[in-house]
């Protein structure tokens, strides 16, 4: 099974959650991850599952992933299985914005894309972090769970 995971990371949390989401991913298959500027179209050719990942920022993700979305042309993922993630604040006033990972899925699941899993979010303890405690390793459950 071929993975592709591609991120945007503006403090290193969320590649430290795509780091151990491939780390996981490794014992399903071979495991491809790239930032978002680096990756495009032709990474996906015969990819199995495709995660992709994001800080949250205003609710949206970051310009990177947005762009690295919008280059996606729809065949690439028809028939990929797909997933999308988030790094974000637990305060209660994030939530009037939104995350980055449901629109990241919901953008996926628009080029017909599979998804395999609920976007997931990964919380941080401030804008610029750290990850709370604990959250690489829910990463890793994440990601376990979703390559059965």
Do not use: C
């Not at 071929?2 to 990371?9: M, P």
């Not at 449901?102 to 080029?111: E, T, V």
């Amino acid at each position: 099974m071929k993975i592709l995971i591609v991120y945007g990371s503006v403090y290193g949390n969320t590649e430290m959650i795509a780091k151990a989401i491939a780390g996981a991913a490794a014992t399903s298959g071979e495991v491809k991850i790239l930032r978002a500027g680096e990756a495009g179209p032709s990474d996906l050719a015969a990819v199995d599952i495709l995660v992709v990942g994001s800080p949250t920022q205003g609710g949206r993700p970051t310009q990177a992933v947005l762009e690295f979305l919008g280059k996606i042309p729809e065949p690439a993922v028809r028939s990929v299985k797909v997933a999308a993630f988030d790094t974000r604040l637990t305060a209660k006033w994030v939530k009037i914005f939104g995350y980055a990972a449901p629109r990241i899925a919901s953008a996926l699941k628009g080029k017909s894309g599979i998804q395999i899993a609920s976007p997931e979010g990964f919380f941080v303890r401030g804008t610029k972090g750290p990850l709370k405690e604990g959250e690489p390793e829910r990463a890793a459950g994440w990601a376990e769970r979703i390559l059965k």
